[in-house]
């Protein structure tokens, strides 16, 4: 599975951005899908995550902010995030999941300034 990450950026603190992640595969066949962050000087954390039926979990940090939605018809799974915080800079990565395996994007840079 080879996965297309885009819509990164730099946006002011309060904006908006939207990330997609285009599968190379049906997604119909991927079990979960989901973003993680990575910022300078630290782990690779938990975004957001959605499985084939659509159940979502969010990290604490990103709840009532961020959304996570995927198109299986399109391959693609999305995450739209509002409210943007300085803490929120970070390369974000998508993940998909299938038979066991993981699979990860290149990485978008979104920079939030303050």
């Known amino acids: 599975v080879q996965l297309q990450a885009s819509g990164g950026g730099l946006v002011q603190a309060g904006g908006s951005l939207r990330l997609s992640c285009a599968a190379s595969?049906?997604?119909?066949?991927?079990?979960?899908m989901g973003w993680y962050r990575q910022a300078p000087g630290k782990q690779r954390e938990l975004v957001a995550t959605?499985?084939?039926?659509?159940?979502?979990n969010y990290a604490d940090s990103v709840k009532g902010r961020f959304t996570i939605s995927r198109d299986n018809a399109e391959n693609t799974v999305y995450l739209q995030m509002n409210s943007l915080k300085p803490e929120d800079t970070a390369v974000y990565y998508c993940n998909a999941r299938r038979a066991g395996a993981a699979y990860w994007g290149q990485g978008t840079l979104v920079t939030v300034s303050s």
């Open positions: 595969t049906s997604a119909f066949s991927i079990n979960v």
């Open positions: 959605i499985t084939s039926g659509h159940s979502t």
